[in-house]
């Protein structure tokens, strides 16, 4: 029997953005409002399937990877069926999704756009955005989840390319052509996986249940060439240095509530996929090549963070922070202990929700200052205290402290990945100091100080501080 | 475990809800915020006195307590509660953190009064009460870690409380920083416990650790080593320390609280918690002295040729807890002589920044002390609770510092061979040094020429000494008291050594090659050396307001932080920011530089190739017909050969 919130969740926002480009020349507020309802509306059914997922889930939904699933025939000639469902992972990426996106459009209400590019379109494209990445985290099928992942490409190019920066047409090429890259890649692969199961079956499919039963019979030396597809598309999606250089320009040119979903849920689509493609579909030549991605995930912890400390562009800045921290999570996934994959998959929510916050910090420092660069800034806090300690809040989250979210997966993937590689555990640990480093640093240039340049912007100036503190803030006692 | 024991969960939970109600309270809560902030704290201090008294009326054996709250991390093998440990030693240092931290919290009513963030204050300071509470609480080594970057965090918003100063929020950066450096060695022996193990609760750890040393001793080692790299951190040892008299940055009731009484006495906690792990191996005890000694020494350096008041103390408290780290890697037996140090340590420290504070509250915060002199006239509290911590510090019979640190340098004497002298000497060459820059410090406040009154203070006022008011006052008063009374109330039919025996295993008498009077009179002789010659060189003659230059290279190097910095700057600052640089660079021109270079190279062939479709059926001829006589050779080529 079909379980229809998953359809629901993907074709609503469509539905939505629909609505919103029928309407062209309604007034801004009514469109901006039409769109946050949809979101509302989302969320509303995301948490119906939360509630529905979790509700004493019977002995037989247990045993079965998937609940909540919805099939459709929808290419009989090659017999693949438009076929979705969730587990516990795809689920919290769901969810979080659903939350992100009225604070996005929230945070976007006031969005200074390029000339001649109107909210609406803006609003329409995050919402289609919405809908395809639900649509990746859903399928169950690797067709499926191959178009989607193309889909979700379309959006974001024109998310970066209309509405961006300075800067935009090139980032937008870039990330355009990464993607297409990897894409190809990936395509070929599907393609592989449905041959490679054929050879073993009679017959090939794109079921992911199916392909997961047969997937020790493919013989090793196929699986390493499907799996070197995947893998590339998957280490651009969730960069992976060197792979990374399309993410600093797209989510610096990107509007504060694209870079936001960009950096927070987009690129988790890569190490989702490593998760649910990879390991589970490809587990010989996961397991033989897991030192390759422990490589490039070590080297990508170290190297963001160091590269991240160097930044004089915050919104740059704010990308490197995440490719340090998309090491952690494909160190966690290939380290193949039961913490670390759990780890991994925790920090794939904990670090959307902590990278989206100090996205969207970062940029409405940006917008309000009217400056991306760090020297612009100085004594923040003192000027705007909820901002300051949002961004404090948002920084002890990225670097993991106790209390935040992140803690806990950061410290199950190195306990993990300790138990079994403790040299890359060690070389990743010194990744927390680096993370300090680099947080604290950058707070300390921009919030600390005295009040100056941008921050008087927007602010109150250093003036108004004067009076609004009664004696030099120095003197105590 | 429920009852009173369960309700020591609430120790941590009270001090907890007041930050978040005083930092999320925002500005309507400034008019009460010191309040919230001093009636959690002690009422944070009233349970944990009812719970020790209960702990005291349990039998001797019975006297370590698990409480468990909640389940906090489940994953495979790996089952983390969120759990406590209500024991002897734990609750020793419930009573210090709150106790202190209650009459720091009433001192600084007084001395942030004209403090516009003081309910901000009051919040990080409740921060950090329940973020120690939790370090010494947790009975595990990750709720340990988690109180332990709870402190780390704390301290670092109140050393850059006025965080408007770019010194202030250097010094915070720096604080947390190298604390971070440290706590990599903590994780680091989570992690080695955790495989080795499977388990990282204290319990689970201690009851295994003796089949790991069977198995492979070096393991035990290792894990000890990587401990110590944390203990260093938090408690500002070798090669950890630059961070520590920077951190005086901050409002003086932190350099109180953290810096002296509560936070840096943390790696002390971790060293006397883990017994069970160092006394299997005596090369991680013996790194542990050495670090203290060394530690101790270059304290007491820097103690010497700082002129601003509070570096001194500051200096003094990292020469104090390389004792007490000397005492704990000391290892079996005389753990507990670490913690009585520490313990007393808490009282005149505390009571000696406070009074710091009060001279500074007094001289226009002030902090350097050739402008001062002669004010024990006009501070005549501050000058008897300072002098009363002076004399502590110094080790003056029947004060704090006699009965705490006079068997830590007999334990020293005791240990084999010529290691027992080397620590031995060390540490009693340091409390003659001690001595001397304390006394220095005492003198150069207190006595000789009022230089203030030919001086005008920053902002270009007079300066009008006057002693501060009550509410600091008594504090201070109350601290004094421990300075003189506590020492003796714990050392005397080892009372302290006793009670902690639960936790850190039975308190054995060091035994010296030789009597023990003779290392006390030895001792005794050492600092009356020490004040005299601060005497000869400070109180005889008059101070210059400004620092005699050129002196000879020792000084430049006291003065320079003992080198700490320049190795910091020239080994990982420095080099950091160029990798750093460099790796933008690259990042650019090479990683990206190729990207784009292949995009370009494409774009170029593509354009050049885009010439030879023309148009024009006579070049398409020509390139046909160079094609097959291309082919043709071929042909010819393969048939000859």
Known sequence: MNSWYLPVLIFLPVVGALVLAAMGGAPEKTVKLIALVFSLAELAVAVALWISYTSAPTVSQLDVPFRETFSAAWIPYYDIDFSLGVDGISLTMIALIAVLMPIVLGASWEEKLPAGRTIGGYFALLLVLQGAMVAVFASTNVFVFYVAFEVMLIPMYFLIGAFGGVRRAYAATKFFLYSLLGGLLMLASVIGLYVASGQVLGEGTFDWVTLQSIASQIPESTQMWIFAGFAVAFAIKAPLVPLHTWLPDAGTEAPVGAGTLLVGVLDKVGTFGFLRICLPLLPAASSKLAWLIILLAVLGILYGAIVAAGQTDLKRFVTFTSIAHFGFIALGVFAFTTQSIAGAALYMVNHGIATGLLFLVVGMLTVRGGSKLVGDYGGVWKVAPILGGMFMIAALATIAMPGTNSFISEFLVLIGTFSRHPVWAVLATIGIVLAAVYMLWIFQRTMTGPVRGAAVVGGRGPDDVQEALPGDPGDAG | ?641
């Open chain 2, 1 to 641: 475990m429920t009852g009173l024991l369960g309700a020591s969960v609430l120790l941590i939970a009270i001090p907890l809800a007041g930050a978040i109600v005083l930092l999320a309270g925002g500005r309507l809560l400034d008019r009460v915020g010191h309040l919230i902030g001093c009636g959690t704290v002690l009422a944070s201090f009233v349970l944990g006195v009812v719970i020790f008294v209960r702990v005291l009326g349990q039998p001797v054996d019975d006297r370590l307590n698990t409480v468990t709250v909640f389940t906090w991390i489940q994953s495979g093998l790996l089952d983390i509660d969120f759990g406590l440990l209500v024991d002897p030693l734990s609750i020793t240092f419930v009573l210090l953190i709150t106790g202190v931290g209650s009459l720091i919290h009433i001192y600084s009513i007084g001395y942030m009064a004209h403090d516009a963030d003081r309910r901000k204050f009051f919040g990080y300071m409740n921060l950090f009460v329940a973020s120690m509470l939790l370090l010494v609480l947790g009975d595990s080594f990750v709720t340990l870690y988690a109180g332990w970057e709870g402190v780390g965090l704390a301290s670092y918003l109140l050393i850059g409380f006025w965080s408007d100063r770019p010194s202030a929020a250097t010094a915070a950066k720096k604080a947390f920083i190298m604390n971070r450096v440290g706590d990599v060695g903590l994780a680091l022996a989570i992690f080695l416990m955790f495989k080795e193990m499977g388990t990282v609760s204290f319990q689970g750890v201690f009851d295994r650790i003796d089949e790991v040393a069977e198995q492979s001793p070096g393991t035990v080692t290792v894990i000890a080593l990587l401990l110590l790299l944390g203990a260093c951190g938090k408690s500002g040892q070798v090669p950890l320390q630059a961070w520590l008299p920077d951190a005086m940055e901050g409002p003086t009731p932190v350099s109180a609280l953290i810096h002296a009484a509560t936070m840096v006495t943390a790696g002390v906690y971790l060293i006397a918690r883990c017994a069970p792990i160092y006394d299997l191996t005596a090369d991680g005890g013996l790194v542990v002295a050495i670090i203290g000694t060394v530690t101790l020494l270059v304290g007491c350096i820097g103690g010497c040729a700082k002129d601003d008041i509070k570096k001194v103390l500051a200096y003094s408290t990292v020469s104090q807890i390389g004792y007490m780290f000397l005492a704990v890697g000391l290892g079996a037996g005389v753990y507990a002589l670490g913690i009585l140090l520490l313990l007393c340590h808490g009282f005149f420290k505390a009571g000696l920044f406070l009074g710091a504070g009060s001279v500074m509250h007094a001289m226009n915060d002030d902090v350097d002390m050739r402008r001062y002199g002669g004010l024990a006239r006009r501070l005549p509290i501050t000058f008897v609770t300072m002098a009363c911590g002076y004399l502590a510090i110094i080790g003056f019979p029947l004060f704090d510092g006699f009965y705490a640190k006079d068997p830590i340098i007999e334990a020293a004497f005791a240990a084999d061979g010529v290691q027992g002298w080397l620590l031995g000497s060390a540490a009693l060459v340091g409390a003659g040094i001690t001595a001397f820059y304390m006394t220095r410090l005492m003198i150069m406040t207190f006595f000789g020429e009022p230089r203030w009154k030919q001086l005008k203070s920053a902002d270009g006022t007079d300066y009008h000494p006057h002693e501060s008011p009550p509410v600091m006052t008594i504090p201070m008063i109350i601290l004094a008291v421990g300075s003189v009374g506590a020492g003796a109330f714990f050392a005397i039919g080892d009372r302290l050594a006793n009670w902690l025996a639960p936790s850190v295993g039975p308190y054995e008498h060091p035994e010296p090659p030789f009597p023990a009077v003779v290392v006390t009179i030895a001792t005794l002789a050492v600092v009356a050396v020490g004040v005299f010659i601060a005497y000869w060189f400070v109180g005889r003659r008059p101070v210059p307001v400004t620092p005699p230059m050129p002196v000879p290279a020792i000084v430049t190097l006291a003065r320079a932080d003992v080198g700490g910095n320049a190795i910091n700057e020239t080994l990982f600052a420095r080099p950091g920011i160029w990798l750093s640089r460099a790796s933008v660079y690259a990042d650019a021109k090479g990683v990206d530089g190729l990207v784009n270079g292949a995009a370009a190279a494409l774009g170029g062939l593509s354009g050049r190739w885009r010439r030879w479709q023309n148009g024009y059926v006579r070049s398409y001829a020509l390139s046909m017909f160079a094609g097959t006589l291309v082919v043709v050779l071929m042909l010819l080529l393969v048939r000859s050969a």
